[in-house]
């Protein structure tokens, strides 16, 4: 019954918070074919301690969202006792932190929601239209008595909502898959090219979605944790001509998506010439570098991408780095450009190396190559040395576990030796952090679960492989040598 239970409440909290805006992927990528899904990012990102200690910045939003989950499943003839109350509470309540995380990132990067993309999804809400046509007093009975709210806190909660669906939408509108990656993945994950063809579309959907979620959940994680260094409330600021500029962003992303992307093009471009010192300008000249690139065009979209290289609008240009790597790896061309400083901070860095990695492959530059694979796993020479530092704190003593590298000392006023173990992408691998820790005095592939990440070992008795940090992955780099040996 439990088990029912709390299927019945993921499916409820996924449609009320989720499926309410009636956004789609398709609409996250509007000039890709793409199906409804989220379900690659999770809430388990966000550790349970942000959870306890957030205060929500309304507590009568809070009630009304657990009121009307609690509601629907009295309705449902579920058995609502003391443990499904908490456990709606909890839910909501990390709902709400995590919308109000994207909100942030998205405010933090200049997007904006206009009143008139609020309005638009108030009119096309289905609860909200009597007889096909919107019903004004139908949507003031509802939000009242379903939310408790007046339709200008409905309005903002929705425009806040909004903000936090932008920002995941431009994320996953930056993925981009190659030709040559797609296939490489679908080899490795079936073994053999049959129907590939056949089931290419399909593929490439589910291998956007799962980059879709690796990376979301990682940023989950470093937002969660700025969070508690950083509080305070979003807010949304708008200006005349920002507010036009996103509004007609909006409306050329919704021409794209339905299937009219040369005009969906031309009103980028007038973005761009007319609003040139708003934030929404930026982010139309990445939309258009987006479709010349689902269109094949990489020379063209590689143009695009480089427009926000010299200053570009803030947050924007790690982006832009990433996309150029992707677009010379699809051509066929060493990435060089998108070896910067810039590119090793953003979210993106792995994948953006993993691109840059296939680009040296392609020219035979070994050397290029294994640095490239390096610094796409991120993070490796950090943690070797963060280990030389522990191992000369401790009079020659390596840790036993890596989690002790993380733990803040003693003394407050020193930090951890690092934040936390990184999550890392390797080839034909998902995103993870995850150790494995191998108790021997050879390093060999036998003892590896080669499942990405990384293996260390922490035995004292082993003094030839004691305090060893290695890629848990035997996959081989072009010059044929497996990535644990790095």
């Known amino acids: 019954m439990q088990k029912h239970i709390n299927i019945v409440l993921w499916v409820i909290i996924f449609l009320i918070f989720s499926g309410h805006l009636q956004s789609t992927l398709a609409s996250e990528k509007p000039w890709?074919?793409?199906?409804?899904?989220?379900?690659?990012?999770?809430?388990?990102?966000?550790?349970?301690?942000?959870?306890?200690?957030y205060k929500t910045t309304s507590n009568q939003q809070f009630i009304a969202r657990v009121n009307h989950i609690l509601e629907t499943l009295r309705d449902s003839g579920t058995d609502v006792n003391a443990s499904v109350q908490e456990e709606v509470k909890q839910q909501v309540s990390r709902e709400m932190l995590i919308e109000e995380l994207w909100s942030r990132q998205a405010t933090k990067m200049g997007m904006v929601v206009t009143d008139f993309e609020v309005a638009v999804e108030i009119q096309n809400t289905p609860q909200f239209r009597k007889d096909g046509l919107y019903n004004p007093s139908l949507y003031r009975q509802i939000i009242l008595g379903q939310f408790k709210m007046s339709p200008e806190e409905y309005e903002l909660w929705r425009?806040?909502?909004?903000?936090?669906?932008?920002?995941k939408q431009f994320v996953f509108s930056t993925i981009k898959i190659t030709p040559d990656e797609?296939?490489?993945?679908?080899?490795?994950?079936?073994?053999?090219?049959v129907n590939f063809d056949t089931n290419k579309e399909k593929y490439m959907q589910e291998l956007t979605q799962e980059k879709f979620g690796i990376i979301m959940n990682d940023i989950l994680r470093q937002l969660s944790k700025q969070r508690e260094k950083e509080?305070?409330?979003?807010?949304?600021?708008?200006?005349?001509?920002?507010?036009?500029?996103?509004k007609n962003l909006f409306i050329a992303q919704e021409i794209a998506l339905g299937g009219n992307p040369v005009v969906a093009q031309t009103q980028l471009s007038s973005i761009e010439t007319t609003y040139s010192n708003t934030s929404a300008c930026g982010y139309a000249i990445l939309a258009n570098g987006d479709i010349f690139f689902a269109q094949g065009k990489y020379k063209e979209a590689e143009a695009q991408y480089s427009k926000l290289l010299p200053a570009g609008v803030k947050g924007l240009r790690p982006f832009a780095l990433y996309n150029i790597a992707k677009t010379k790896e699809a051509a066929g061309e060493l990435a060089a450009e998108a070896r910067d400083k810039d590119l090793l901070s953003a979210f993106l860095a792995p994948e953006g190396h993993w691109a840059l990695a296939h680009c040296y492959e392609a020219t035979g530059n070994t050397t290029e190559t294994k640095d490239a694979w390096n610094k796409a796993a991120g993070a490796l020479s950090s943690i070797r040395g963060a280990l030389q530092v522990y191992y000369g704190d401790h009079n020659g003593v390596f840790p036993i576990k890596l989690d002790e590298l993380t733990v803040k000392p003693t003394d407050l006023t020193q930090n951890p030796y690092i934040n936390e173990i990184p999550l890392i992408t390797l080839p034909n691998h998902q995103g993870t952090d995850v150790v494995q820790y191998v108790d021997s005095n050879?390093?060999?592939?036998?003892?590896?679960?080669?499942?990405?990440?990384?293996?260390?070992?922490?035995?004292?008795?082993?003094?030839?492989?004691?305090?060893?940090?290695?890629?848990?992955?035997?996959?081989?780099d072009a010059s044929g040598k497996p990535l644990y040996e790095y």
Request: net charge positive; charged share 25%.
């Open 159 to 167: 425009k806040k909502a909004r903000l936090a669906s932008k920002y």
């Open 442 to 476: 050879e390093i060999s592939p036998n003892d590896f679960t080669d499942s990405g990440g990384f293996v260390y070992y922490g035995s004292k008795k082993n003094a030839k492989t004691w305090g060893t940090i290695i890629f848990n992955c035997t996959h081989k």
């Open 32 to 53: 890709v074919k793409t199906t409804k899904t989220n379900k690659n990012i999770t809430t388990k990102a966000v550790s349970p301690e942000v959870v306890t200690n």
């Open 182 to 193: 797609l296939k490489e993945s679908y080899l490795a994950k079936n073994g053999n090219l």
């Open 231 to 246: 509080p305070g409330v979003v807010e949304i600021k708008q200006e005349a001509a920002s507010n036009a500029a996103w």
